[in-house]
């Protein structure tokens, strides 16, 4: 939404909150795709992280919209990051008072010390919204502690919402996702920017050099989550049936050299492409024949969206939620399933016919339009109730 009315009214200005690190994930990514889309005489997006931007790649397109980018600084240990981060967001909510703050993040311990912040500096409007559906490597006693303070989400914020049923049963409880207090929100993408293109695939598979070889995609930050390395193990099985076979691999992360190294160490160098992170992964998904997502959980990913709106078939593990599946192309496999039955699975699937996915994204309610518009109706809702109090 580029054009929008001249009105002399104020836009309700919201405080957008992610935890995020220095990539542009699946979660800035939504929001920013939200905010490009959203009414902006109506509502304005202002960008917080505790340490440094995630928007750095966009920060000039958000400056020319409308909003501002804060980062806070925050250094230190996880625990005194939590204690920094509440006393420094307190502080800031207080000399830059807000209606509505929204909390997006999968990690609990972020939301809660950031929704307690909230509500000690009066803002009126806590929105909490759980990205996440799981809790990879995240120590023993944590969990313990993650389920005993699971109530108070409850007393800190005001309004809940999931990018998916499990995300809402991860973050909340096994009921709140169906008793109307978490409002499940789809993560929207432009639907018709990913729509199959025949042509923009042939450009594409030509800039990379790939002429007729067999390109396997995955997409995501490098981090435990996402299961690099035995996405790997299965690309070493799918070399043995198809030689010519490529992996690409979309994303930056802590952990990407060491699975440089890990490719190496396989013998997988010279098959296996480090392609960073891209504005326009509207292309590159265009080259790609197959799309491998083997995550330990997800809440569900826009990855795996944006795959299927661009018409490629797509294997994931059982862990990612049943939400994911739009089209009939998307199979789920067990992670204690043979690396073979993987790459058995994508050098067949990898051979189905290509067809536009985008329009049935759509109708299946993952337009981002439509996401905004839902978004800009709440915070309308929500603003109206509150006015008076803060921006």
Known sequence: ME?????????????????GSRNFGGVSSFLFQVYRHIDREKIQFDFLAPEE?????????????GGTIVELGIRGSAAVKKIRLYRQLTRYLKEHPYRIVHINSGNFFFNITACAAAKKAGVPVRIIHSHN????????????????????LFRLGTHFAACSVKAAEYMFDENAAHDGRVKIINNGIETERFAYNPGVRREVREELGLGGRLAVGHVGRFMKQKNHEFL???????????????????????LMEQIRKKAGSMGLSESVRFLGQRPDMNRYYQAMD????????EGLPVSGIEAQASGL????????????????QVRFLSLDAPPSKWADLAVSM??????????????????IEETARELEEFYLRAGRKTAGSGK
Do not use: C, W
């Open 3 to 19: 054009n929008h009315r001249k009105d002399t009214k104020e836009p309700l200005r919201v405080l957008q909150l992610n935890s």
């Open 53 to 65: 931007t995630t928007y750095g790649i966009v920060r000039d397109r958000i400056n020319e919209m």
């Open 133 to 152: 559906a799981g809790d990879a490597g995240m120590p023993f006693y944590r969990k313990i502690l993650f389920r005993l303070l699971k109530p108070a």
């Open 232 to 254: 790997l193990v299965i690309f070493s099985e799918v070399i043995k049936k198809r030689p010519d076979a490529v992996l690409l691999l979309f994303g930056e992360g802590e």
């Open 290 to 297: 197959i799309f491998l997502l083997p995550s330990l959980h």
């Open 313 to 328: 078939p797509v294997i994931t593990s059982d862990a990612v939620t049943e939400e994911l599946k739009i089209l009939d």
């Open 350 to 367: 990898a051979e189905t016919e290509r067809k536009d996915g985008s329009a049935a994204v759509a109708a299946a309610g993952y337009s």
